[in-house]
């Protein structure tokens, strides 16, 4: 599986962004779990949200939880993040991510993903 995402930029304080994460390769798109992961200068990467393979079910840090929504449309072969009343904490590059595994009992470590995409940046200014 190859992810592309796109969708960053700079945003104010209070502001939204939707992040889009393309896939494509041999593996059905809808046979893989996706999530989304950010790492802010100096930090280590972080988890951020979790979406199942139907999309039927999510996860999230207690950090966005309210404030972002992730979704998936697979016939699109595309995973979303919608994120609301950004923060500067907020700022970040965002990677997406897609396994086999769907994790929804305690967030999932980067190793817990097979495929990565090339992360995009994501500024929120104060």
């Known amino acids: 599986v190859q992810l592309q995402a796109s969708g960053g930029g700079l945003v104010q304080t209070g502001g939204s962004l939707r992040l889009s994460c393309a896939a494509s390769g041999r593996t059905p798109f809808s046979s893989v779990a996706a999530g989304w992961f950010r790492q802010a200068p100096g930090k280590e990467r972080e988890f951020v949200a979790a979406?199942?393979?139907?999309?039927?079910?999510?996860f999230y840090a207690d950090s966005v939880k309210g404030r972002f929504t992730i979704s998936r449309d697979n016939a699109k072969n595309t995973v979303y993040l919608a994120m609301n009343r950004l923060k500067a904490e907020d700022t970040a590059v965002y990677y997406c991510a897609a396994g086999s595994v769907y994790y929804s009992r305690s967030p999932p470590r980067p190793g817990d993903y097979d495929y990565w995409g090339q992360g995009t940046q994501v500024t929120v200014s104060s």
């Open positions: 979406v199942s393979w139907s999309g039927g079910n999510t």
